[in-house]
Protein backbone atom coordinates (compact mmCIF):
# COMPACT_ATOMS: atom_id res chain seq x y z
CA UNK A 1 0.00 0.00 0.00
CA UNK A 2 1.63 3.32 -1.11
CA UNK A 3 1.61 6.13 1.62
CA UNK A 4 -1.39 7.80 0.14
CA UNK A 5 -3.57 5.03 0.15
CA UNK A 6 -2.05 4.47 4.04
CA UNK A 7 -3.22 7.75 5.01
CA UNK A 8 -6.24 8.07 3.47
CA UNK A 9 -7.15 4.35 4.96
CA UNK A 10 -6.14 5.86 8.45
CA UNK A 11 -8.35 9.00 8.31
CA UNK A 12 -11.06 6.55 7.14
CA UNK A 13 -11.01 4.98 10.32
CA UNK A 14 -10.48 7.37 12.42
CA UNK A 15 -13.41 8.78 11.05
CA UNK A 16 -15.43 5.42 11.69
CA UNK A 17 -13.50 5.49 15.23
CA UNK A 18 -15.18 8.60 15.81
CA UNK A 19 -18.81 7.47 14.78
CA UNK A 20 -17.80 4.43 17.17
CA UNK A 21 -20.23 5.71 19.54
CA UNK A 22 -22.84 6.86 17.64
CA UNK A 23 -21.61 10.16 17.67
CA UNK A 24 -19.04 12.61 16.72
CA UNK A 25 -17.65 14.71 19.69
CA UNK A 26 -16.82 18.38 18.46
CA UNK A 27 -13.25 17.92 19.45
CA UNK A 28 -13.65 14.83 17.58
CA UNK A 29 -14.44 16.59 14.78
CA UNK A 30 -11.97 19.21 15.02
CA UNK A 31 -9.49 16.73 15.33
CA UNK A 32 -10.57 14.96 11.77
CA UNK A 33 -10.73 18.07 9.70
CA UNK A 34 -7.01 19.20 10.75
CA UNK A 35 -5.90 15.70 10.19
CA UNK A 36 -7.71 16.04 6.73
CA UNK A 37 -6.37 19.72 6.26
CA UNK A 38 -2.69 18.43 6.93
CA UNK A 39 -2.99 15.95 4.07
CA UNK A 40 -3.45 18.27 1.81
CA UNK A 41 -4.56 15.64 -1.12
CA UNK A 42 -7.21 13.93 1.72
CA UNK A 43 -8.92 17.47 2.15
CA UNK A 44 -10.18 17.39 -1.17
CA UNK A 45 -10.41 13.46 -1.79
CA UNK A 46 -14.48 12.58 -2.73
CA UNK A 47 -14.40 9.80 -0.58
CA UNK A 48 -13.09 11.72 2.25
CA UNK A 49 -15.33 15.05 2.12
CA UNK A 50 -18.50 12.66 2.12
CA UNK A 51 -17.24 10.97 5.00
CA UNK A 52 -16.37 14.36 6.69
CA UNK A 53 -19.47 15.68 5.83
CA UNK A 54 -21.10 13.70 8.62
CA UNK A 55 -24.00 13.41 6.19
CA UNK A 56 -24.21 9.55 6.70
CA UNK A 57 -22.87 8.11 9.76
CA UNK A 58 -20.26 5.00 9.66
CA UNK A 59 -21.20 1.50 11.28
CA UNK A 60 -18.97 0.21 13.69
CA UNK A 61 -18.52 -2.74 11.42
CA UNK A 62 -17.17 -0.91 8.71
CA UNK A 63 -14.71 0.95 11.27
CA UNK A 64 -13.57 -2.90 11.86
CA UNK A 65 -12.96 -3.78 8.48
CA UNK A 66 -11.02 -0.78 7.44
CA UNK A 67 -8.85 -1.21 10.58
CA UNK A 68 -8.41 -5.15 9.14
CA UNK A 69 -7.56 -4.02 6.10
CA UNK A 70 -5.35 -1.28 6.83
CA UNK A 71 -2.89 -3.98 9.67
CA UNK A 72 -3.57 -6.88 6.78
CA UNK A 73 -2.89 -9.85 8.39
CA UNK A 74 1.03 -9.47 8.88
CA UNK A 75 1.13 -5.91 10.09
CA UNK A 76 4.24 -4.02 10.72
CA UNK A 77 4.89 -2.64 14.46
CA UNK A 78 4.89 1.20 12.28
CA UNK A 79 1.96 0.49 10.95
CA UNK A 80 0.48 -0.57 14.20
CA UNK A 81 1.96 2.08 16.33
CA UNK A 82 0.95 4.89 13.59
CA UNK A 83 -2.62 3.27 13.88
CA UNK A 84 -2.71 3.05 17.87
CA UNK A 85 -0.88 6.96 18.67
CA UNK A 86 -3.78 7.89 15.78
CA UNK A 87 -7.01 6.66 17.02
CA UNK A 88 -5.90 7.18 20.67
CA UNK A 89 -5.59 10.88 19.82
CA UNK A 90 -8.79 10.81 18.40
CA UNK A 91 -10.53 8.95 21.28
CA UNK A 92 -8.80 11.12 23.83
CA UNK A 93 -9.30 14.78 22.25
CA UNK A 94 -12.55 14.79 23.78
CA UNK A 95 -11.88 13.98 27.24
CA UNK A 96 -13.87 11.63 27.33
CA UNK A 97 -13.90 7.98 26.61
CA UNK A 98 -17.22 5.53 25.60
CA UNK A 99 -17.45 2.03 26.22
CA UNK A 100 -17.50 1.30 22.78
CA UNK A 101 -14.05 3.73 21.78
CA UNK A 102 -12.86 1.47 24.81
CA UNK A 103 -13.36 -1.76 22.90
CA UNK A 104 -11.81 -0.34 19.70
CA UNK A 105 -8.61 0.03 21.40
CA UNK A 106 -8.89 -3.07 23.75
CA UNK A 107 -9.32 -5.37 20.15
CA UNK A 108 -6.29 -3.15 18.46
CA UNK A 109 -4.13 -3.62 21.61
CA UNK A 110 -5.02 -7.84 20.82
CA UNK A 111 -3.83 -7.28 17.48
CA UNK A 112 -0.27 -5.84 18.29
CA UNK A 113 2.52 -7.44 16.45
CA UNK A 114 4.80 -7.68 19.31
CA UNK A 115 2.10 -9.22 21.28
CA UNK A 116 1.95 -11.89 18.21
CA UNK A 117 5.26 -13.04 18.15
CA UNK A 118 5.13 -13.15 21.80
CA UNK A 119 2.04 -15.31 21.99
CA UNK A 120 3.19 -17.75 18.88
CA UNK A 121 6.87 -18.40 20.93
CA UNK A 122 4.70 -19.01 23.96
CA UNK A 123 2.53 -21.54 22.40
CA UNK A 124 5.27 -23.07 20.94
CA UNK A 125 6.77 -23.81 24.51
CA UNK A 126 2.82 -24.83 25.61
CA UNK A 127 2.63 -26.99 22.76
CA UNK A 128 6.37 -28.24 23.68
CA UNK A 129 4.92 -29.06 27.15
CA UNK A 130 2.36 -31.02 26.12
CA UNK A 131 3.81 -32.92 23.73
CA UNK A 132 6.46 -34.32 26.72
CA UNK A 133 3.44 -34.67 29.25
CA UNK A 134 1.40 -36.99 26.73
CA UNK A 135 4.88 -38.79 26.22
CA UNK A 136 4.98 -39.11 30.51
CA UNK A 137 1.48 -40.22 30.44
CA UNK A 138 1.67 -42.65 28.29
Same mark, same amino acid.
Given at each position: ??????????????????????????????????????????????????????????????? *???????????????? *???????????? *????????????????????????????????????????? *??????
Amino acid at each position: MNSDTQTKQLLKIMIGAAWIDGTIQKEEREYLHKMAKKNNALSEDPEIKSLLSEIKPVPSQQC *YQWLTEYLGEHPSQED *YQNLLESLSALI *YSDGDVDTQEAELLTHLQMLDPATESQKSVFDKLLQGIRKI *YRQAVT
